[in-house]
């Protein structure tokens, strides 16, 4: 069975710095990968998603993750945080496209002035 | 478009009482998902509907809670009798299957709270 671990509940950084949030997955098959946002009160949003077209993923708000199968990491990067990134962001992993996704136990990020 | 509909936003109930969840999904999708969230357990999928038609209810914690599509513009999640351990923010999903983009679409959530 497909599954994901996000390494660290919460993490801060320092506004202007870099965002790193850990994600690594299981799976028996090449995986379907995403990074989805949560603000608060909110729904999930999508963030990026990886479809084995390109490692390298680019996301909204500046966000990008790159697809490692040799570590099987799918690690969410942002070069600035600003405040508004305080969230929380959930990896997820999907055996095909339309498949259900299962998700990580997400990673709140806060950013510190 | 609107997005994902979910009706009531909150919820607070006695403990032994039904409840009902409703869900309008984006026009024109195919897929629905139910998800349950809570501290201790994170995100949870209890349910998901492919054109109307359950696929996997592997995740729904017990008889207690059944989940309907009528048809392709409804879902309800019901909770018969309820407890206080089903206290969370239970959101619909909804996506198209086969599209080119099949990313999931959440609703804001109905917060639950079982007194």
């Known amino acids: 069975a497909q599954s994901v671990t996000q390494l660290g509940s919460h993490v801060s950084v320092s506004e202007g710095a870099l965002v790193l949030l850990r994600c690594n997955y299981s799976?028996?098959?090449?995986?379907?990968l995403f990074w989805y946002v949560q603000y608060p009160n909110q729904g999930l949003q999508l963030l990026l998603k990886y479809t084995s077209a390109a490692t390298l993923v680019k996301g909204i708000n500046g966000f990008e993750a790159e697809f490692k199968k040799s570590e099987t990491s799918f690690h969410l990067t942002k070069p600035s945080a600003h405040m508004s990134d305080a969230a929380e962001y959930f990896c997820?992993?999907?055996?095909?496209?339309?498949?259900?996704?299962?998700f990580g136990k997400g990673t709140r990020l806060h950013i510190l002035p | 478009d609107a997005g994902v509909i979910q009706s009531p936003r909150h919820e607070v109930t006695e403990m032994g009482q039904e409840v009902t969840l409703r869900c309008k999904p984006i026009?024109?999708?195919?897929?629905l998902f139910w998800y349950r969230q809570t501290m201790m357990r994170g995100l949870e999928l209890l349910i998901y509907f492919n054109n109307n038609v359950p696929i996997d209810d592997s995740g729904m914690p017990e008889d207690r809670f059944s989940a309907k599509m009528p048809n392709a513009s409804f879902s309800t999640l019901k909770i018969q009798p309820s407890e206080p351990r089903d206290s969370a923010v239970y959101f619909c999903?909804?996506?198209?299957?086969?599209?080119?983009?099949?990313?999931?679409?959440f609703g804001p959530g109905t917060r639950l709270t079982v007194t």
């Open positions: 026009s024109g999708h195919n897929s």
């Open positions: 999903a909804s996506s198209l299957r086969g599209g080119s983009s099949y990313e999931q679409y």
């Open positions: 997820a992993v999907s055996l095909n496209r339309d498949d259900k996704i299962i």
């Open positions: 799976s028996s098959v090449p995986p379907y």
